[in-house]
């Protein structure tokens, strides 16, 4: 998909976060999917998507600790096929959101090619490589220069003083996300990075994946 | 699972709280959310409308404007639970004011749509934002009209209680719609008016022509004039019911943009009610009272005419006006009573042997009162010359003091404990007598002497004599010169009440007692900045007495009060509108005012900004103490 040269604060964006049965992307699959869209800064409450999805393997006991998620609660939710047509059609041509949105994006992408011979091709922005990123830029932001050894969705959204209520629900974690990235938008201002072009430069999630485990950090545009 | 959260927070916030649950919940759907970094600017005076209604979830934002030329006024600060951007949204014109945020803030919006809905369909939402918003918007416009005239009509009326119906007895020209173009241009050129209200038999309003159609639909059109009248009239006429409030027309003058509504009672048109009358009822009550203190000729008769003050400082809070311009008029009402009073006195008594000067001090002297506060007054009569006329006037005075004391008591103002009023024979006195009281005070500062001046010296005419207290100011002016140690005592004073300033999270409060965790705003609050501008002024010789016109002649002369006069300003009108507003609540409830708070009470706006004053208060008195070090103990 093209990327277009839009302000940041009018851009279309769509925040996602999912939840998984583990991380082995060979055995692994996706138990639900929430997004919530962004109209620039401004996160529409209202215009939501979350569902649940039954998986085709089993769920592993250490994941349904984390999400919370049971199989009798999805075993008559529908199949990540009609999930998939649904949320990409929901995302449309906006900008996808995520934190390591890499991960999410592995997911719903292998899915995707397995059902439908094709990938989601938005545009997409990882919030961690943000972070990152401002990170450097302003190294005297407390909430940003605390967080070297941890930069989990919840570390942030805490030290940004962002409510969390429920952990590890898609829907809520979009949400946090959201509201990271709206977090996020007067900083990158202030860098003079104010167009989606500049802002995919340094957050694009396709290009960052290797990055996660790179010690040395690095935030060019 | 996050519309519940917003549901649950609208749920504590006025007005949604009023509303159903399944309404509540048709309103969280449409929520969005935005985030402000403190210091962005959210709407800007000028800019584009809001298309939403903003109610903060969390932080804080200032809400100003810039006069022309280029002064901020701030018309508000709001916080949690407060909402902002409906005045621009209604009228969908232009932002009236700019709003930025003064700490991180979240707001929820909600579309224009939803809101406007809602003031249709519930009237206690239509009635909450009035009451909240419009006042501070028609107080805005109402004072440049207020500066120009106080002198209008009479009643104790306001805009949430008036049915429009009694305001519009203005009489409205109209023409049955049968008539032709014609016809209707004659009416309007005999009656000299630029619109003309079409009427059926039954005197039901149906359209309106003005000069503008004649232009625009008769001669550029080159239509015949004989047609009828409602070929060209337009039948959009924005109308008011007789019976409802005044709120509602002025609604809808600002919806539409409009200055005139057409007042109907079952229909049938009854008048017409303007811009100018709503601004009118506005401005009524400080003015009808005065009057009516002027036209009494008894102390029996001041008494009700007294007891409506009050009032009027909830009205003046209702609309918006900063503490300063409540305690000015009502520290202007307050002279009037007690010079009707002094005025009734002495004609009941004869005139006085000699003339003399009724002066009063302490937050009367600074002209800073809100409510009725104890009698602080004195007489300064003339030198005599003999022995015989000063015993006269002794004797008339105290007598004249004795009535004078009681008529105020009567009207409500209460006798002052410490016994400083003229009634006290060391307080009437004359000019020289007066003379050497203040040099001995300043010349030998002891304690008593300390007490006494720091309430006497923010001392100001009242009635009588002005000559005499000027005469009197001047003494002060000259003693004071060069008397370091005097001052060094006051500075003193200062620096012994330390504002509470160590304790970030919570405020340092009454330990014990009946009090205990209260804030007290007059000691912890007015006085250390009364207190300190006193100083400044005496240091400079300054004549004016209250502390914020004090602070305007100061910002030329003094450093520390040119470095410090905004916030000083800012700082000071801030904690006597929280004491105002706590005590208006203490009077409604039926207690009497005093001068505690509970600090948890405050909003974190409120917390923040008092602990900046504390901080500034703090600051200034590093500095007194850098000035006076040697004098220090």
Redesign the interface.
């Known amino acids: 998909m093209k990327i277009k040269r839009t302000p940041i604060i009018e851009a279309d964006y769509v925040v996602v976060d999912t939840e998984l049965t583990g991380l082995d992307e060979k055995k692994d699959s996706i138990v639900s999917i929430a997004a919530?869209k962004m109209?620039g800064?401004?996160?529409?409450?209202?215009d939501?998507f979350y569902r649940l999805v039954n998986p085709e393997t089993e769920l592993k006991k250490e994941s349904v600790l984390i999400h919370g998620i049971t199989h009798s609660e999805v075993s008559k939710k529908p199949g990540i096929k009609k999930v998939l047509s649904e949320f990409s059609e929901f995302c449309s041509d906006n900008i996808i959101v995520g934190h390591f949105l890499a991960i999410d994006m592995s997911f719903i992408n292998r899915d995707m090619k397995k059902f439908f011979g094709t990938t989601i091709k938005n545009p997409g922005i990882d919030t961690y490589l943000l972070y990152r990123c401002l990170r450097k830029k302003f190294p005297e932001q407390k909430c940003l220069a605390d967080l070297l050894k941890d930069s989990g969705l919840y570390k942030i959204a805490k030290c940004f003083?962002i409510q969390i209520?429920?952990m590890h629900?898609a829907?809520?974690d979009a949400?946090i996300t959201a509201?990271i990235f709206?977090?996020f938008?007067?900083l990158l201002r202030e860098s003079e990075i104010e167009t989606t072009d500049v802002l995919l430069k340094i957050g694009d999630y396709s290009k960052g994946a290797d990055k996660y485990s790179q010690s040395e950090e690095s935030c060019n545009f | 699972m996050i519309l519940e959260e917003v549901v649950e927070f609208l749920k504590k916030v006025p007005p949604f709280q009023f509303l159903e649950d399944t309404e509540l919940k048709k309103i969280a759907a449409g929520v969005s959310m935005e985030y402000y970094p403190s210091g962005s600017t959210i709407l800007y005076q000028e800019g584009p409308a809001s298309e939403y209604l903003r109610v903060i979830k969390k932080g804080g934002v200032k809400v100003f404007i810039r006069s022309a030329d280029n002064e901020e006024v701030v018309i508000d600060y709001r916080g949690e639970g407060d909402v902002f951007g409906l005045l621009s949204m209604v009228k969908g014109d232009r932002s009236i004011a700019n709003v930025i945020a003064v700490e991180d803030t979240i707001s929820y919006l909600i579309d224009k749509q939803t809101i406007l809905a809602l003031l249709d369909t519930h009237p206690s939402v239509t009635e909450f934002f009035l009451k909240s918003f419009l006042n501070k918007y028609i107080d805005k416009t109402y004072k440049e009209m207020h500066n120009k005239s106080l002198l209008y009509g009479g009643g104790d009326k306001l805009l949430f209680t008036t049915p429009i119906g009694e305001l519009s007895n203005r009489k409205v020209i109209t023409a049955p719609n049968d008539i032709t173009i014609k016809e209707a241009s004659e009416i309007m050129s005999k009656h000299k008016i630029g619109s003309l209200v079409l009427v059926t038999t039954e005197g039901v309003p149906v359209g309106i022509v003005t000069n503008r159609d004649f232009r625009d639909k008769v001669v550029s059109k080159g239509r015949q004039v004989t047609d009828s009248v409602t070929s060209i009239m337009s039948s959009s006429l924005i109308k008011a019911e007789a019976r409802d409030y005044c709120f509602e027309a002025l609604l809808k003058m600002l919806r539409y943009n409009i200055h005139h509504v057409l007042v109907v009672d079952e229909g049938k048109l009854k008048g017409i009610i303007t811009n100018h009358d709503l601004m009118m009822l506005q401005g009524i009550s400080p003015i009808s009272i005065v009057k009516e203190l002027e036209s009494q000729q008894t102390i029996e008769g001041l008494i009700p005419v007294s007891k409506k003050i009050n009032k009027i400082v909830s009205l003046l809070l209702k609309e918006g006006a900063k503490a300063s311009n409540i305690t000015r008029i009502i520290s202007e009402i307050n002279d009037r009573l007690v010079k009707k009073i002094i005025d009734i006195t002495e004609r009941e008594l004869g005139k006085p042997p000699v003339n003399y000067c009724w002066i009063v001090f302490g937050s009367e002297g600074r002209k800073e009162q809100t409510f009725k506060t104890d009698q602080d007054n004195a007489i300064i009569y003339d030198d005599t010359d003999t022995k015989e006329e000063a015993e006269k006037a002794k004797v008339y005075f105290s007598v004249f003091a004795s009535h004078i004391r009681d008529g105020l008591l009567k009207c409500g103002f209460p006798l002052c404990p410490a016994n400083y009023m003229a009634t006290n024979p060391q307080w009437c006195q004359p000019l020289k007598v007066w003379k050497k009281y203040f040099s001995n005070w300043v010349s030998e500062p002891v304690q008593d002497s300390i007490l006494k001046s720091l309430i006497f010296f923010d001392f100001r005419p009242l009635y009588g004599e002005i000559s005499f207290a000027e005469k009197l100011r001047d003494h002060l002016i000259i003693i004071l010169k060069d008397q370091k140690v005097f001052l060094g005592y006051l500075a003193n004073v200062i620096i012994k009440n330390m504002p509470p300033v160590g304790f970030l999270k919570s405020f340092v409060v009454e330990k014990s007692g009946e009090h205990k965790d209260m804030l007290n705003l007059k000691i912890k609050g007015v006085s250390m900045l009364v207190d300190i501008v006193r100083l400044f002024s005496l240091e400079r010789g300054i004549r004016e007495t209250s502390t914020l016109e004090r602070l305007n002649v100061l910002k030329n002369s003094h450093t520390t009060a040119k470095e410090y006069a905004e916030e000083i300003e800012h700082a000071f009108e801030f904690i006597m509108l929280l004491r105002i507003q706590h005590q208006l609540e203490q009077i409604q409830s039926g207690s009497d005012p005093d001068n505690f708070i509970d600090p948890k009470k405050l909003s974190n706006l409120e917390k923040k900004t008092m602990k900046e004053a504390f901080h500034l208060v703090s600051k200034i008195q590093d500095s007194i103490i850098e000035r006076y070090k040697s004098l220090i103990w």
């Open positions: 919530i109209i800064g401004r996160i529409s409450l209202e939501k003083d209520t429920d629900n829907i809520k949400f509201q709206q977090r938008m007067p």
